[in-house]
């Protein structure tokens, strides 16, 4: 059965791009059933050309990746979502998406990062940014795919996302 999850941030431009690409290609690498899919509350229509570098630059295809809204997990011919992860920073006071979906009742986490975007250092700095966020991201998505999704009772499967939000 494959575990779907859904990463959120407000922009889709950036660091639930960044997570996208590193939970499919960790799932990849490791032969998990797990397929990530990334949107947002008012996606930019664009990706960030520094999260298509950083995702490129370790080795990972984005030629299909776009910037896409939530609604499109909504409807009925959606996946069928397992986890809905946040990764906007609520400390730099962005709005940050609320799923609401019509798919089930997923497990939500909040994973917060500071938006790479904003790096100071010109593009060097953004690049650096950019590059450590990708890092994180996949540092947590590692160990998520060290739990053992598909058997997790949910109330055990939320404590364990929690406790990755804290590592």
């Not at 690409?21 to 490791?30: E, F, I, S």
């Not at 975007?117 to 450590?132: P, Q």
């Not at 991201?137 to 795919?145: A, T």
Request: with cysteine; net charge neutral; hydrophobic share 40%.
């Amino acid at each position: 059965m494959t575990v779907h999850v859904l990463i959120l941030c407000t922009h889709n431009s950036a660091r639930s791009v960044l997570s996208e690409g590193m939970l499919k290609h960790l799932a990849r690498k490791a032969g998990r059933d797990v397929q990530a899919h990334s949107a947002g509350s008012a996606p930019s229509g664009r990706i960030n050309p520094f999260a298509i570098e950083a995702l490129r630059n370790a080795g990972i295809d984005t030629s299909a990746y776009r910037s896409k809204s939530w609604d499109e997990f909504t409807t009925p011919d959606a996946p069928p979502l397992s986890i809905v992860i946040t990764v906007c920073d609520s400390a730099a006071a962005e709005a940050c998406p609320v799923f609401f979906g019509g798919t089930g009742q997923p497990v939500k986490v909040h994973w917060g990062y500071p938006d790479p975007s904003n790096a100071e250092g010109g593009d060097e700095g953004k690049r650096r940014a950019f590059e450590l966020t990708r890092q994180a991201i996949g540092y947590k998505m590692l160990q998520l795919l060290a739990l053992p999704l598909e058997s997790m009772p949910r109330d055990a499967l939320q404590q364990a996302l929690l406790a990755i939000a804290k590592s």
